[in-house]
């Protein structure tokens, strides 16, 4: 079965750090553009950072310096690690896989562009 399941999603203090996880089944992530996007609540949808082999990783501005994407080849699974947290970061976060094989691109950003989704892992950054 083709599909995607986030997890380690929690409740930190501002300026600590986590890692979630997405494990990937019935593909191999390393054959796709791989995304992460968040949704605060009462919010649309946003990117903020995407991977594919042999490319640099892309992150959004408001990410970029605290949040590092990654993969694991042999468990199959991507990973976001989020330091220095700010509470504006608190939100459900995805990983999503892309409609089209061939790398990520700048459209990479985009949820539309995207069509396979996790069930999303909530985040909450609070004192």
């Known amino acids: 079965q083709v599909q995607l399941l986030e997890s380690g999603g929690d409740s930190v203090q501002p300026g600590g750090a986590l890692t979630i996880s997405c494990a990937a089944t019935?593909?191999?992530?390393?054959?796709?553009?791989m995304g992460w996007f968040r949704q605060a609540p009462g919010g649309q949808r946003e990117g903020i950072a995407n991977?594919?082999?042999?490319?640099?990783?892309r992150y959004a501005k408001s990410v970029e310096g605290r949040f590092t994407v990654s993969e694991d080849s042999a468990k199959n699974t991507l990973y976001l690690q989020m330091n220095n947290l700010k509470p504006e970061d608190t939100g459900m976060y995805f990983c999503?896989?892309?409609?089209?094989?061939?790398?990520?691109?700048?459209?990479?950003?985009?949820?539309?562009?995207?069509?396979?989704w996790g069930q999303g892992t909530q985040v909450t950054v609070s004192s």
């Open positions: 999503a896989r892309d409609k089209y094989a061939g790398g990520c691109g700048t459209w990479a950003f985009q949820d539309y562009m995207f069509n396979l």
């Open positions: 019935g593909f191999t992530l390393y054959d796709r553009c």
């Open positions: 991977i594919a082999y042999g490319q640099n990783p």
